[in-house]
């Protein structure tokens, strides 16, 4: 059987969704899909911090636009009623969030944006790339994770190249979305497919994930722990949910130097800093890892603490 439709069933079965369609990248899922179902005469209401690929996915759209405040539900619900008393009749309404937010770690309410959406009869889109491998039953993401139903999310985007560790964005949902995105969304249409050796390497992760849970769990047991070392050490820890954890510290150059101290140190820590994030919300982005020993997580722990002190950040 041809690898890659092999890859589309095995993932399907995975995401206990009818179809799933596998793209060259995420990016290429958001951009591709999202002018595709919603367009002129329609609506798309966004969380102010998805992600870079769902900004131009949309903007690739000729729909109107509406903008909620981060995961707040009752800004969705103002957005959608004003959509409703306050302009004309729109033939679709799309919401989208990311699932897991990448800069915060934090978890969207999909379970209240999903019964908001279904108040309003809107359709939604949930980009999962940082939930998968790491929330719900196998690491299955934030659809399982909520115990929704493909009823009630019925646009589910993953990536392969974070908890996969391979290369990869796919869509999972109903037959007719498959259907429909394979002969309407043209980054999939006029792209090459994946070679075999990474369809065949993206089906070996998800094998993974369903015979060895013990790697989901080592995820949170690390994650568990370095967060409660970080709090305890007066670290900043913003409000992450995830294995994301942010080390936030304010000021760009602070966030530099913190950066630097730790890779002398031998912790390899990224700032992200302005423009990425607001001119004072500057960090260390931290992701844990299943593949860490705990000798390795107390190692990072220590760093950070002797660099914090250093710095006077704690």
């Known amino acids: 059987m ?7 069933k095995r993932l399907a079965k995975f995401k206990r969704a009818q179809a799933s369609l596998v793209y060259q990248t995420g990016f290429a899922a958001n951009a591709g899909l999202i002018p595709q179902l919603a367009g002129e005469g329609d609506l798309i209401v966004s969380d102010e911090l998805n992600h870079g690929s769902i900004i131009d996915g949309v903007r690739l759209s000729k729909a109107e636009r509406g903008v909620f405040k981060h995961a707040d539900v009752a800004s969705l619900a103002k957005v959608l009623e004003d959509a409703e008393h306050h302009r004309p009749s729109y033939r679709r309404i799309l919401i989208i969030t990311d699932g897991v937010f990448s800069m915060d770690g934090d978890i969207a309410p999909l379970d209240r944006i999903a019964a908001e959406a279904a108040r309003h009869g809107a359709m939604v889109y949930v980009d999962d790339a940082h939930g998968e491998g790491v929330l719900g039953e196998g690491g299955r993401g934030i659809v399982e994770h909520f115990h929704l139903t493909r009823e ?3 646009v589910e985007m993953g990536t392969f190249s974070k908890a996969f560790g391979v290369v ?3 869509v999972s949902g109903s037959q007719s979305l498959f259907d429909f995105a394979y002969n309407k969304s043209r ?4 792209s090459g497919s994946h070679p075999p050796p990474v369809a065949a390497a993206c089906t070996a992760a998800i094998d993974v994930l369903e015979t060895e849970p013990q790697h ?3 995820l949170w047991t690390h994650t568990r722990r ?7 050490a007066g670290f900043d820890i913003g409000h992450s949910e995830t294995p994301i954890t942010p080390i936030m510290v304010g000021e760009s150059l602070k966030a530099k130097q913190l950066s630097n101290r730790l890779y002398e140190l031998g912790v390899f820590a990224l700032p992200i800093v302005f423009p990425m994030v607001a001119k004072d919300k500057a960090r260390i982005r931290t992701i844990m890892n299943a593949a860490l020993t705990p000798d390795d997580v107390q190692f990072a722990i220590s760093a950070f603490e002797k660099a914090g002190r250093e710095l006077h950040i704690v």
């Open 152 to 154: 009630q999310v019925q």
């Open 168 to 170: 990869g964005g796919h």
């Open 216 to 218: 989901v769990q080592t």
């Open 187 to 190: 980054t999939w249409l006029l």
């Open 226 to 232: 370095f967060k409660k070392a970080m709090a305890d």
């Open 2 to 8: 041809d690898l890659h439709v092999e890859l589309e």
